[in-house]
């Protein structure tokens, strides 16, 4: 079994700054993918970053210029660094992985999700 564990969310000023953690733990063989979605109240689930095994980026263009997502593989962590935050950042962010367990199963992990209100 594997767990993504996400903190870092709250309530900031526009043009404020937050940074994300999303930790995975469990039966981990190895984690290709990962990502940040995010989800703002009556709108669909969309992705905001990701970052490839390789360390490829992708980013929303909504976010571009103003988020980076990074991550630590020997920490089997990932990380958003959000900047200029906007009243639209407004929203649950859920971290995400693409991963392949110790008994080499595909797994889809989802964290349970954090708050980010931006909000004066």
């Known amino acids: 079994q594997v767990q993504l564990v996400e903190s870092g969310g709250g309530l900031v000023q526009p043009g404020g700054s937050l940074r994300l953690s999303c930790a995975a733990s469990?039966?981990?063989?190895?984690?290709?993918?990962m990502g940040w979605y995010r989800q703002a109240p009556g709108k669909q689930r969309e992705l905001v970053a990701g970052i490839r095994s390789s360390a490829g980026t992708n980013y929303a263009d909504s976010v571009k210029g103003r988020f980076t997502i990074s991550r630590d593989n020997a920490k089997n962590t990932v990380y958003l660094q959000m900047n200029s935050l906007k009243p639209e950042d407004t929203a649950v962010y859920y971290c995400?992985?693409?991963?392949?367990?110790?008994?080499?199963?595909?797994?889809?992990?989802w964290g349970q999700g954090t708050l980010v209100t931006v909000s004066s």
């Open positions: 995400n992985a693409d991963i392949t367990t110790r008994n080499f199963h595909a797994w889809d992990a």
């Open positions: 469990g039966s981990i063989f190895s984690i290709n993918a």
